[in-house]
């Protein structure tokens, strides 16, 4: 299952565990890990600070039906993200609140 939306937002803590919440854009991927069943998001979708540069080079970040789009490296992406943010205590890409999303992306 691919999430496509990774963000602290969607952790959660219940009884001392950790929750993965919020699965309205997730997709199930193929063993070649690029396709899935999730054909119901054709627009953006997501959160734009822990979307892969890739994402938006390609077009529409969110649309879950393409499969070149939406793989489990977007996940593996918005955890770096994540972590990073939680080490640092600041967004890798500070720039996004900015000057805008797909500008800062484009510049890296």
């Known amino acids: 299952i691919v999430h496509c939306d990774l963000k602290p937002q969607n952790f959660l803590v219940v009884g001392g565990r950790i929750k993965l919440a919020d699965f309205g854009l997730a997709g199930h ?59 640092y205590f600041v967004s890798p890409y500070e720039e996004l609140q900015k000057w805008g999303a797909s500008r800062a992306l484009f510049a890296i």
């Not at 970040?61 to 990073?84: E, F, H, K, N, Q």
């Open 29 to 87: 991927c193929t063993e070649g890990g690029g396709k899935h069943n999730n054909s119901r998001r054709t627009d953006w979708a997501g959160t734009l600070r822990y979307m892969p540069p890739e994402a938006f080079y390609l077009g529409a970040a969110g649309s879950c039906d393409a499969s070149s789009r939406m793989r489990p490296t977007v996940d593996v992406y918005a955890l770096g993200v994540i972590l990073y943010t939680m080490l």
